[in-house]
T-cell receptor
Framework: KAGVTQTPRYLIKTRGQQVTLSCSPI?????VSWYQQTPGQGLQFLFE???????NKGNFPGRFSGRQFSNSRSEMNVSTLELGDSALYLC???????????????FGEGSWLTVV | EDQVTQSPEALRLQEGESSSLNCSYT??????LFWYRQDPGKGPEFLFT???AGEEKEKERLKATLTKKESFLHITAPKPEDSATYLC??????????FGQGTELSVKP
């Protein structure tokens, strides 16, 4: 069974540009969430989607957005990139809505974004 | 405010030297405490989920336990391949996962 797949694995962008990251959840999983990981802040929650609807949002500016498609695949977009957006962006999937008990959450390998 | 604190930040062990990692949490209504292992440059790998005080789970050399305020990850007779960062997380308000800063474990042969 394939795990959570994220593309691209590595990318370099210039300040002011925008970027789109993609995530394919484990087959059958309907919940997808996104996290940002940096050395200073650790893992921080960005947002969660379930059945194409955003269910939860973390404390990030509006430049960070996402969406989920009918096949549960998800994308996140960061506009007007800043140097501080350089981070590992992780996607996680689970079978049901994350607030449910008994719901194991699996992570992908992440997308390394460097903003120069 | 929901919060997770892990200690120590870093731990160096000799192969075979057992020890424990701590995860203290503050959350209104625990709906699951998670342990993950993360290797450099990779995403977190799921290890355990614990739901209620007194619960224990084991996997190879790892054993996770849970009380009302903290969780421990016990490592018995560790091997160099156990070297990684171990992350603890809880379901916070609204169901989002709140992570601790992690414990970086290094096991020397």
């Amino acid at each position: 069974k394939a795990g959570v797949t994220q593309t691209p694995r590595y990318l370099i962008k210039t300040r002011g540009q925008q970027v789109t990251l993609s995530c394919s959840p484990i087959s059958g999983h309907r919940s997808v969430s996104w996290y940002q990981q940096t050395p200073g802040q650790g893992l921080q929650f960005l947002f969660e989607y379930f059945s194409e609807t955003q269910r939860n949002k973390g404390n990030f500016p509006g430049r960070f957005s996402g969406r989920q498609f009918s096949n549960s695949r998800s994308e996140m977009n960061v506009s007007t990139l800043e140097l501080g957006d350089s981070a590992l962006y992780l996607c996680a999937s689970s079978a049901t809505y994350r607030g449910s008990s008994g719901n194991t959450i699996y992570f992908g390998e992440g997308s390394w974004l460097t903003v120069v | 405010e929901d919060q997770v604190t892990q200690s120590p930040e870093a731990l160096r062990l000799q192969e075979g030297e057992s020890s424990s990692l701590n995860c203290s949490y503050t959350v209104s209504g625990l709906r699951g405490l998670f342990w993950y292992r993360q290797d450099p440059g990779k995403g977190p790998e799921f290890l355990f989920t614990l739901y209620s005080a007194g619960e224990e789970k084991e996997k190879e050399r790892l054993k996770a336990t849970l009380t009302k305020k903290e969780s421990f990850l016990h490592i018995t007779a560790p091997k160099p391949e156990d070297s990684a960062t171990y992350l603890c997380a809880v379901h916070g308000q609204g169901g989002k996962l709140i992570f601790g800063q992690g414990t970086e474990l290094s096991v020397k042969p």
